[in-house]
């Protein structure tokens, strides 16, 4: 057994953007990085604990030392969720994409007489959601990130029972404070007990503060 405050731990990670297909050769996606999540999963590690990282296709590498499961779309990512519970704490850094393509095409669409296509999307699951709402298997500590634009602690707290999840770990995501994508994060952690707003750190030293209080939140 490895040591650290969370040795003997399995905590579950999922992190990145998803890609939903469009056809072969076309997709949907965000401008997540993936750097927070892969920041975490590496704090995690460093703690001790067995790490499950579940990673949508990032342009920051996973970390070494955790168990990697690469996914492309939300439905995947639900699904390799599942497969790697259960976990005794679950963190949802993933900006997975709120729709699909209903029906994405087989082969690739053709420019033609027809002009552009139109895309009927379909809404994604929750992969937080439904994970938070287990009943049997529900890791004991699960927590989503929350991106905000505006009134960041009052719609993450609504987000936090919306989903029913321990902890949102809410962010300022608007374009002026050069986060998404960026080296920093400003984030405010959302528990039952109210909202804690954090300086503005490098997005390690976010994932090392939120580790720790895993960590503390786990102890026996
Ligand atoms: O509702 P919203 O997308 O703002 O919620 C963000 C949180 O929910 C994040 O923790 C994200 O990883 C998670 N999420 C998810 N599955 C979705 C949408 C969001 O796990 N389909």
New binding site residues.
């Given amino acids: 057994l490895g040591a650290g405050p969370l040795a003997g731990r399995h905590v579950l990670v ?1 992190s990145g953007p998803t890609h939903e297909p469009i056809d072969p050769v076309r997709y949907i996606a965000n401008r997540s990085s993936g750097a927070q999540g892969a920041a975490l999963a590496a704090a995690l590690r460093d703690l001790g604990a067995r790490v499950s990282f579940v990673t949508g296709p990032a342009t920051v590498p996973p970390p070494h030392g955790v168990t990697v499961a690469p996914v492309q779309t ?1 439905a995947e ?2 699904a390799a969720v599942e497969a790697h519970l259960p976990a005794d704490a679950a ?8 729709w699909r393509v209903d029906g994405a095409a087989a082969q690739k669409i053709k420019k033609g007489a027809d002009g552009p296509p139109a895309l009927r999307m379909a809404e ?8 938070a709402r287990m009943g049997a298997g529900r890791p004991a500590l699960v ?6 634009t505006e009134h960041v602690a009052e719609h993450a707290t609504a ?1 936090r029972l ?2 029913g ?1 321990d902890w ?2 809410a962010n300022d995501v608007s374009p002026a404070t050069g986060i998404m994508g960026g080296a920093e994060n400003a984030v405010t952690l959302i528990t039952d007990a109210g909202a804690e707003v954090w300086p503005r750190l490098p997005k390690s030293e976010v994932a090392r503060r939120l580790a720790a209080r895993i960590a503390e939140a786990l102890a026996p």
């Fill in positions: 999922t939300a990512m639900l963190v949802f850094a993933a900006a997975v994409a709120d994604n699951p929750d992969i937080l959601a439904t994970v927590v989503g990130f929350a991106a905000e987000k919306r989903k999840c949102i770990v």
